[in-house]
C-alpha cells in the first residue's frame, strides 16, 4: 500500500514536470529535489513492506545517476542541454536504477527527438506566416527577426517525464 502511494506520488511528480515544462519551459529545483528526495522513502516503504532492495543494487542507482550527472553537466556546459534537465534526468535515474536505466535513457530519447521535430516543425511554420509585415503593406521581414530564443526552447522534460512514466510502470508491475 504504501508503496504503491510513493510510486503514485512519483508519477504525480512527472505530471508536475510535464505541466511546468509546457507552460514555463521551467523544471524547478524543488521538483528535481523532491523527485530525489522521495526515492529514499521509496526504499524505506519498501523495507516496511518486506521486499528490501540489496544495498548493492541502491548503490549501482546512486552510481549510475552520478555517474549520468556529470555527463549531463558537461553538455550543459556546451550548452546542448538546460539545467533542469542536468538535474532532473539523474533524480529519475535514480528511480530507474541499473534494472530500468538504459531503457529510461532510450524512452527519453526516442520521445525527446519526437517533441523536438514537432516543434521545429511548428517553429518553422510559425516564421513562414510571419513573412508579411502587414496585409496593406507588402514588405516582408526577415526570418532573423523571429526570436532565435523561441527556437531553441524545446520542452524536453516532457519527454524526461515520459521515461520516468516508463519507470513508474515497470516499478509499479515488479512489485505487484
Not at 20 to 44: E, G, H, M, Q
Not at 136 to 165: D, H, L, Q, R, T
Amino acid at each position: 500500500m504504501l508503496v504503491n502511494i510513493t510510486l503514485l506520488l512519483f508519477a504525480s511528480l512527472m505530471l508536475w514536470a510535464t505541466v511546468s515544462d509546457i507552460r514555463y519551459y521551467i523544471l524547478s529545483n524543488k521538483l528535481c529535489l523532491v523527485v530525489a528526495l522521495l526515492y529514499p522513502i521509496f526504499i524505506t516503504t519498501l523495507y516496511i513492506s518486506g521486499t528490501p532492495l540489496a544495498i548493492t543494487y541502491i548503490g549501482y542507482s546512486v552510481g549510475i545517476s552520478l555517474v549520468i550527472f556529470l555527463a549531463l553537466v558537461a553538455l550543459f556546459a556546451l550548452g546542448l542541454l538546460g539545467g533542469g534537465d542536468v538535474k532532473f534526468i539523474p533524480a529519475v535515474i535514480l528511480w530507474a536504477g541499473p534494472a530500468h536505466s538504459l531503457q529510461f535513457l532510450i524512452i527519453t530519447a526516442i520521445s525527446g527527438g519526437v517533441i523536438s521535430m514537432i516543434y521545429l516543425s511548428f517553429f518553422y511554420v510559425k516564421s513562414l506566416n510571419a513573412t508579411k509585415s502587414s496585409e496593406k503593406i507588402n514588405f516582408s521581414m526577415p526570418i532573423s527577426m523571429i526570436s532565435k530564443n523561441e527556437e531553441n526552447k524545446i520542452p524536453y522534460g516532457v519527454a524526461i517525464s515520459i521515461g520516468g512514466f516508463y519507470v513508474a510502470f515497470e516499478l509499479y508491475n515488479a512489485l505487484n
